[in-house]
């Protein structure tokens, strides 16, 4: 090939002569407007779910104080008797990892997790104690109303993490 065709070919890195005809704002607003649109319409199904999200949120956040009070009674004990070490992190309530319709929050110490998920069907489930990188369970759900059994599961599954977490 002689220099002339060499000089006269667009090398590989050249953007092909339509791209630059292309308004990159103009794109832009069209994506917006696309985006906006589907979220109109995924927004108006996801609507009909706002009141059982709400209660779920509510039953969270009532659960996750619980849990909080609990954990401070936790710390203070294995504290004074020698053990500050032995904290555990509890995040607050946000959307679900997994269920579109739900809400949770987890608890973690190194590797150990446990997490609370209260779905807006009126369910609440108790996942772990599991390790991260490890396949999550078991899980134990109780319609949301029951709030004895509830309490009672919640006291073993916070009992069980707290003994694998501190397990070497």
């Known amino acids: 090939m002689s220099e002339q065709d060499a000089g006269s070919r667009p090398s590989r890195d050249a953007a092909p002569a339509d791209a630059a005809r292309v308004d990159p704002a103009r794109a832009a607003n069209g994506l ?3 985006l906006a649109r589907v979220g109109r319409e995924i927004g108006g199904r996801e609507s009909a779910h706002a009141s059982g999200l709400a209660q779920a949120d509510q039953v969270a956040r009532t659960l996750h104080a619980s849990v909080a009070t609990a954990l401070d009674s936790f710390h203070s004990a294995a504290s004074e008797t020698g053990a500050p070490h032995l ?10 990892d997994k269920h579109l319709r739900s809400v949770q929050f987890e608890l973690s110490r190194g590797r150990h997790r ?19 990188g490890k396949p999550e ?3 134990k759900s109780f319609p949301v109303a029951a709030d004895t059994e509830i309490e009672s599961a919640l006291g073993g599954f916070l009992e069980e993490f707290l003994e694998e977490a501190a397990t070497p």
């Open 137 to 139: 369970g078991p899980c």
């Open 32 to 34: 917006a407007d696309r």
């Open 114 to 132: 446990a997490i609370v998920t209260v779905k807006s069907k009126g369910e609440v489930t108790l996942v772990g104690p599991f390790r991260t």
């Open 87 to 96: 904290r555990v992190e509890l995040a607050a309530p946000r959307p679900d």
